[in-house]
């Protein structure tokens, strides 16, 4: 008979301390991970949070410094941006601002033309979340967290 596991008396009781401190560490960091999420801190994205996300094409290539520069000067604050510049391709995600759904990203789209009048750019994608959806989904996020631990 072929062994592949030469030893199998593995004295698995007497790993039984590390198993409980290990276990005690994860169900400690769950909790923290529900304090976190319950009280708002968590750095949730734009689809726990409520937010708006603009997906734009550039005829020409842009740096994200510029893109940056033009909407700082347009008076958008606390943004993310993300590059795909194989495709000229920029993402650009707010999380929660208290504007009217639609007028966030019209703001950013044409922040964007007014700055870069020379290069052309089209709209590939919006993503909106509401405040009451994102509260959704972060309660159910909640609750798996709670289950899981």
């Known amino acids: 008979m072929i062994e592949i596991v ?37 750095n949730l994205g734009i689809d726990f949070a ?37 495709v000229n391709k920029v993402l650009i995600k707010i999380k929660k601002k208290e504007e009217k759904l639609g007028a966030l990203s019209d703001r950013i789209i044409n922040t964007l033309r007014e700055g870069f009048s020379e290069n052309k750019i089209t ?14 989904l972060r309660k159910d996020a909640l609750w798996a967290i709670i289950a899981a631990t």
């Open 123 to 136: 709209v590939d994608a919006t993503t909106e979340i509401g405040p009451k959806v994102g509260a959704k």
């Open 6 to 42: 030469k030893k199998t008396n593995i004295d698995f009781m007497g790993f039984r301390k590390i198993a409980f401190i290990i276990s005690g560490i994860l169900v400690v960091l769950g909790i923290i991970g529900i304090i976190q999420v319950a009280n708002g801190r968590a």
């Open 50 to 86: 409520g937010g708006t996300a603009v997906m734009l094409k550039f005829e020409k290539p842009v740096t994200l410094q510029d893109v940056r520069s033009v909407l700082e000067k347009g008076g958008l604050k606390d943004f993310e941006l993300q590059d795909f510049p194989t």
